[in-house]
């Protein structure tokens, strides 16, 4: 049997869903598996409707991203190849692919401090502005106490291909 159902729900249109569409000012924007378009949004309206989004700008050289996060190997981003070298990209992040650490006054400077923190019972979301500008969110056991105005290293911490889009 196949049923529609719309809803504003993000969280509920992914969980119970075997497929999404996702529209934007009247055209579909994207449709397919909750779990690709979730992970391989094709726009940024898509990417930022489901759920939190950061973005990290870099430049793509000899195989590798150049971000405020370190060097990301082109081969975590979907889609990449040596036909975009020297393309200023923008890596989308997702809360969960992401990890702080207080930063110390030795080897882990720190390359960003917290801006705001989100709980939400089981998790903290914790807002971060890089160094250089951007903002991205990392997703924290409820246990991780990290504060307001800290100093932290955020890192990736990715099992699948990270999606990209034109730098804005």
């Known amino acids: 049997m196949t049923a529609v159902s719309v809803t504003h729900d993000q969280e509920e249109a992914l969980s ?5 569409a ?22 940024r309206f898509v990417a930022e409707f489901l759920g939190q ?3 990290v700008s870099g430049q793509l ?3 590798a991203v150049e971000t405020d996060l370190g060097t990301l190997p082109a081969d975590v981003i979907e889609g990449l190849g040596p036909e975009y070298d020297g393309a200023t990209i923008d890596v989308m992040v997702r809360p969960d692919d992401l990890v702080a650490t207080p930063a110390d006054d030795g080897s ?8 705001h923190r989100q709980y939400t019972g089981p998790s903290f979301v914790y807002q971060v502005r890089l160094d250089g500008g951007d903002t991205v969110y990392c997703e924290h056991n409820h246990a991780d106490d990290l504060e307001l105005d800290q100093r932290v290293r955020v890192d990736l911490r990715v099992d699948h291909r990270l999606a990209w889009f034109p730098a804005e």
């Open 16 to 20: 119970i869903s075997d497929r999404v």
């Open 22 to 43: 996702v529209i934007h000012d009247g055209s579909v924007e994207q449709t397919g598996r909750p779990e690709v378009v979730f992970e391989q949004p094709e726009s």
């Open 53 to 55: 989004a950061g973005f």
């Open 61 to 63: 050289a000899s195989e």
């Open 108 to 115: 882990n400077a720190g390359n960003g401090e917290i801006v």
